[in-house]
């Protein structure tokens, strides 16, 4: 084999690495040698354009509160400073969640709910392609939620925010935390559409409660447990108003039912 042969690989590998670092960053990285700038400029705005598309359908309220010019300032700052661990162009909205929370570094005119905002509206994506599914062989859908075990959808997330992140929008932009945390619950339902439902302190305490329930304690002695631990003065009124909670829950897919009986063994199922 000649030199020349010997040496074609390498060769390719510094032309793909030198473009690759032009189409990230043309102002700093030069293009490559013997290359028509006009054939590199489609290219440049090739990848450029995909990408802020991409992040524009993930990320809608973020691209408009952020205007063109700042949206896209910050894409190609990802695209400059980020080196994404995946080849799978729509997993890039998650590298992009990860680059504003480890690797950016906030302008003077950012939102100080900038990574709020992109995480809640990330969620949105991540049910929507999420493979989880949940297992209704052992669940009684019309169950008493406060005699049975109330069992939870795997497909509702809850989160905490500092900023009512579900209201954000052009008329609404927070310029402080909010005085609590916000709870939200997000989840798809059955028709494998996505909502939210925003919850006060004790319905997310409750829903904890029922996701971290490893004695399948029945509803009400959930209740009664979470309102002795925070020393609630009323607790049969809590009851009630918990109750009527998980009913919500369940109509939006958030609860599943309760835990049907266990079948004696060798009784017919």
């Known amino acids: 084999m000649s030199k020349q042969a010997e040496n074609k690989p390498e060769r390719l590998k510094t032309l793909q690495m ?142 905490a925010y500092h900023y009512p992140v579900h209201r954000i929008g052009p008329d609404f932009l927070p310029a402080e935390p909010a005085g609590q945390p916000v709870y939200l619950a997000v989840y798809r339902n059955r028709d494998d559409k996505v909502g939210f439902m925003e919850l006060n302190p004790l319905t997310a305490g409750l829903l904890d409660a029922i996701e971290h329930n490893p004695d399948s304690l029945p509803g009400e002695a959930l209740l009664r447990r979470l309102g002795e631990s925070i020393g609630y003065p009323d607790i049969d009124r809590l009851v009630e108003h918990g109750a009527a909670a998980m009913d919500e829950m369940r109509g939006l897919d958030i609860l599943l039912g309760t835990q049907a009986p266990a079948h004696p063994q060798g009784s017919p199922a």
């Open 18 to 159: 030198t473009f690759a670092a032009h189409i990230r960053d043309p102002q700093a990285a030069a293009a490559p040698e013997g290359i028509e700038d006009r054939r590199l400029a489609i290219y440049r705005e090739l990848f450029f354009n995909n990408l802020k598309s991409l992040l524009s359908t993930t990320f809608p309220v973020l691209t408009r509160i952020m205007g063109d010019a700042r949206w896209r300032r910050l894409i190609r700052q990802f695209m400059q400073k980020h080196r994404a661990g995946t080849p799978y162009f729509l997993e890039l909205p998650e590298e992009l969640l990860g680059f504003l929370e480890h690797e950016y570094e906030p302008a003077d005119d950012d939102f100080p709910f900038l990574l709020e905002l992109a995480h809640y509206e990330y969620v949105e994506l991540a049910l929507n392609t999420s493979s989880e599914q949940n297992d209704f062989s052992d669940i009684d859908p019309d169950g008493d939620l406060l005699a049975g075990t109330p069992v939870k959808s795997v497909l509702a997330w809850t989160f």
